[in-house]
């Protein structure tokens, strides 16, 4: 069982920056692929980013360019850089753990975290 807690959300305005974190509880962090996701009000879930476990990272297009993600494997955490943040990127952000052979598909994450807010201000 990996129990995984996120913290870092809130409220920015447009243009601004927002650093999310994810502590996982589970010795065996590095062995597991990291991904972010993100569900707006009325819409779907999301993919938004991954990390492998070799550091490698995959990032949805809507997003590229602007956010980054990282992960400490020593501290069990995985990081998500958000930069020029837009109205369009409110939503709860959640933490997910797994093996997926496709990174930007949720079934293949075993482990959710509980979500944060991140809302943008016009």
Do not use: H
Request: glycine fraction near 10%; charged fraction near 20%; include cysteine.
């Amino acid at each position: 069982q990996v129990q995984l807690v996120e913290s870092g959300g809130g409220l920015v305005q447009a243009g601004g920056s927002l650093r999310l974190s994810c502590a996982a509880r589970r010795r065996t962090f590095n062995s597991y692929t990291m991904g972010w996701f993100r569900q707006a009000p009325g819409k779907e879930r999301e993919f938004v980013a991954a990390i492998r476990w070799s550091g490698e990272p995959y990032y949805a297009d809507s997003v590229k360019g602007r956010f980054t993600i990282s992960r400490d494997n020593p501290k069990n955490t995985v990081f998500l850089q958000m930069n020029s943040l837009n109205p369009d990127d409110t939503a709860v952000y959640y933490c997910a753990a797994g093996a997926p052979l496709k990174v930007a598909t949720m079934g293949e994450y075993d482990y959710w975290g509980q979500g944060t807010q991140v809302t943008v201000s016009s």
